[in-house]
Each structure stands twice: as C-alpha cells, then as structure tokens.
C-alpha cells in the first residue's frame, strides 16, 4: 500500500509475487475476494495457484487463468490470438535471435515508421518507434542480440506503424459474458504541450469525445465480441478485467495492445464514472450472472491530473513533505508514490498523486 491506503485501510507488506504469503494472509483474514492489480502476479498465474489449492479454491479471484494472462504477457500470443480471430489489429511478423538475419531482411523492406515490440513483460518500456530504418535495425539489434530488455526481448515483435487517436476501453468478463465499464484516454507525455518523453501516464479523461456511438458499436461487433468468443472457444479460463488498448484510425478502430487489468490513470477516471458496486460486478462474474447486471456510466465528465516529483521519468527525489492534501474539496485524491509518517505524508516514488475531479463538461472537470 502507500500513504493513502494507510489512511483507510491497514498496509502489509507482502509482495504480489509471492503466492505462499498472499495465501497465508488471505486464509488469516477470510479474505473473500482477490484482486490482483499489476500484470506480474497474473501472467506468473495467481489464478492457476488460488484454483489449484483445496484451501484457497472458495475464494473469487477476479484474474485471467496463467494461460489468459498471456494476452498481455506476450505480444506474440496476442497478436496471433487476433488473427484467428479476425480482430483488426496492425500487420505484423515476430522474430528471434534463430531467425535474426530474417528480421534484418523484413527490416529492410518495411515501410517506415517501424514499430518494435519485446514479446514479454518490459514495464511499459518495451516499444520502440522508429523514423529510420538503420534506427530500427540498431534497436533490432540491441533488443535480440544485447537483450535491451532483458528476457523480454529475447523475441520481438516487428509491427505496421498505425497513425490515428488512441483511447482505451475496459471490460469485466468470466470468459464467456461481460460488462462494458467507462472508456478513457490516458496522456502518456510529460510537460505541457506533450514535449517531453513518455511516462507511465501524466493524467487522463472520461468520457472520450471521439468514442461516439457509432464507433463504440464497431469497438463491441468487431473487437470485444470476437476477443470473448475467441476466449471461450479456445478454452481460455478468464475472470477479470480486459483493457483494450485502442488506436482509431479513420473512423475504424484497431487492437494495438491488451492488457489483462485495469490501467493507470485509466483507472481513475473509470471507476468514478461506475455507478455499480465493483464488487456486486466481481460477485456476478463468479457467479455467471454478468448478463444480468445493467451498468451505469455517470452522466458527468471526470479527468485526472498526475502531480509527479521533479525529474520524472528520468532521476527524481524521494522524502519531500506534500502539503495542502485537507484544502482538497469536490475532488478525490489517489496515492501513488506516497507514504505516511506519523502526521504527515511524504513523497515515495516518480508519481505521487492523481488528483480526479468531475464536471459537466471535459473542460469544467
């Protein structure tokens, strides 16, 4: 947890990674439901561990099986999982250190830009956008033969550079129904005007303005619908939330990426425009009743703003006293990087806080 959790709730140390400890404390407290937040615990199968276990197995983990967490755990199973499926994503061809001079010769003969992928899990880090082709063929290089990005790079994924307007969209599903909760846009760039270099995300909005009905009935007929039914025939075990990172292009919209779970700061502009209780939704998806539930987005607009310590993304200082969290009147503050001492909070991380706020409009929020 951070500071703001410690406010609410008790912190534990235990890492999302260690399933014998996050199964003893789990069976000390009767925890009923398990939601994991970040990609690692899912794609090193949490769920598998939870339904293999006689003592755990009464307990509703809303996350992919090991299997289905491979959606976001590696992008050559993803964009192969679109292709059987026909879900509209970039062209693409993977490769690794056999097939290297191959790699080299599509390189060559790709339009520009090229876009590279590591196949697994780099922390948002692994993708490379390239205006040259000696820039891709550097980074080729680097990626399967210095292993840039470690084990995650040992395959990388060549891909069609699409040019369009991203947004993200989110699902809660049990693999065979879902619910659609609140689309947002996240803004990846820091400093004002998107100048300077990409982050985890520096704030985002709720409802996107170009996500019209039109568009979001193509996003559920050719994207979403294809991807559960894929799940389903494909015998993929999946309770938890799907991210589809969404990129438009002309009035068509394309798969760039899945994640297997909620985004950041995606999340916090989605979950305030959820009118139901999250955990009635998780309850349904245990119990297969998702198709019953009619979900509600609020009306009124949210956004949020990251306040980050100085120097993010590159070097940056810990331990800097925030002041000012009380003044904080008809808008919810999310910790990030923070952590409480006695009376006060302190700074613990690049980004700090998410400040959420709603409005009529976009502007007004």
């Known amino acids: 947890g951070n500071g703001g959790t410690a406010s609410i709730g008790k912190n534990h140390a235990l890492s999302a990674t260690d399933f014998p400890a996050i199964k003893a404390f789990c069976l000390e ?15 090193k199968g949490i769920y598998d561990f939870f339904k293999a276990d006689k003592a755990l197995e009464h307990i509703m983990v809303a996350a992919p099986s090991k299997e289905g967490a491979q959606l976001e755990g590696s ?3 993803s964009k192969r999982f679109m292709q059987r499926h026909q879900i509209p ?11 290297y001079e191959e790699g080299i010769t599509y390189l060559k003969n790709h339009s520009l830009p090229i876009v590279l992928k590591a196949d697994g899990l780099a922390a948002g880090k692994g993708v490379v956008i390239c205006e040259t082709t000696d820039e891709a063929l550097q980074n080729f290089a680097s990626m399967i033969q210095d292993q840039a990005f470690g084990e995650a790079s040992s395959k990388v994924v060549v891909e069609q550079f699409l040019s369009g307007i991203e947004l993200s969209v989110f699902v809660l599903t049990n693999g065979e129904q879902y619910v659609l909760l609140p689309e947002a846009k996240d803004y990846k760039r820091i400093l004002e005007g998107d100048k300077g270099p990409n982050t985890g995300g520096m704030g985002a909005i709720s409802p ?10 193509q996003v559920v007929s050719t994207i979403i619908e294809p991807t559960i039914s894929g799940l389903k025939k494909e015998n993929i075990v999946y309770n938890g939330f799907i991210f589809f990172g969404l990129i438009k292009v002309g009035d ?75 003044a904080v009147k008809d808008s919810i503050v999310f910790h990030a990087g923070t952590k409480k001492e006695e009376d006060s909070y302190i700074t613990n991380g690049g980004r700090v806080l998410a400040i ?6 976009l502007k007004d929020a």
């Open 356 to 361: 959420t706020s709603y409005g009529n409009t």
């Open 252 to 326: 068509a919209p394309f798969v760039i990426e899945y994640n297997c779970r909620m985004g950041d700061p995606e999340t916090e502009v989605v979950m305030p425009r959820l009118e139901n209780d999250l955990v009635e939704l998780i309850v349904a998806m245990h119990q297969n009743t998702l198709h019953k539930i009619a979900v509600k987005h609020a009306s009124q607009a949210a956004t949020t703003v990251m306040l980050v310590s100085k120097g993010y993304p590159g070097n940056y200082e810990k331990n800097k006293e925030i002041s000012g969290l009380d």
């Open 208 to 217: 996107v303005p170009f996500a019209e009905a039109s568009f979001m009935n």
């Open 89 to 99: 994503t970039a062209s693409y061809a993977t490769f690794n250190k056999d097939s």
């Open 75 to 77: 992008k050559d199973f």
């Open 29 to 43: 407290n009767k925890i009923d439901i398990l939601l994991p937040g970040s990609e690692e615990p899912l794609v």
